[in-house]
């Protein structure tokens, strides 16, 4: 049974930084992994993504040059740095993975795994 777990939400200032991280204990990772964010009244939104091999990431134009994903396939850890942090990414954050290789990688369906989500408020 494969459990994501993420931690490091919390309250920040804006202008502040955050580091998210996912534990996937079971995770073979040999597919993609995510972060999706959700907000009251909203569906979930990919953020960024990372495809198996680790050298190719997606980012939302919403927080690209601001966000950086990277997994660490050793310690089966997913993690999600954030800088410059700004009230609008308040939001439910959550991780996924994918069970094999996808191409879809923006796509919620194509995920197998999700985590029981992590809160970030800006502030």
């Known amino acids: 049974h494969v459990q994501l777990v993420e931690s490091g939400g919390d309250s920040v200032r804006a202008g502040g930084s955050l580091r998210l991280s996912c534990a996937a204990p079971g995770y073979r990772y040999t597919g993609e992994m995510a972060w999706f964010r959700q907000t009251p009244g909203n569906g979930r939104e990919a953020v960024a993504a990372?495809?198996?091999?680790?050298?190719?990431?997606y980012y939302a134009v919403s927080v690209k040059g601001r966000f950086t994903i990277s997994r660490d396939n050793a310690k089966n850890t997913l993690y999600l740095r954030m800088n410059s942090l700004k009230p609008d990414d308040t939001a439910m954050y959550y991780c996924?993975?994918?069970?094999?290789?996808?191409?879809?990688?923006?796509?919620?369906?194509?995920?197998?795994?999700w985590g029981q989500g992590t809160q970030v408020t800006v502030s």
């Open positions: 990372i495809r198996s091999g680790g050298s190719t990431t």
């Open positions: 996924a993975a994918t069970l094999f290789q996808s191409w879809l990688v923006w796509s919620p369906s194509e995920y197998n795994y």
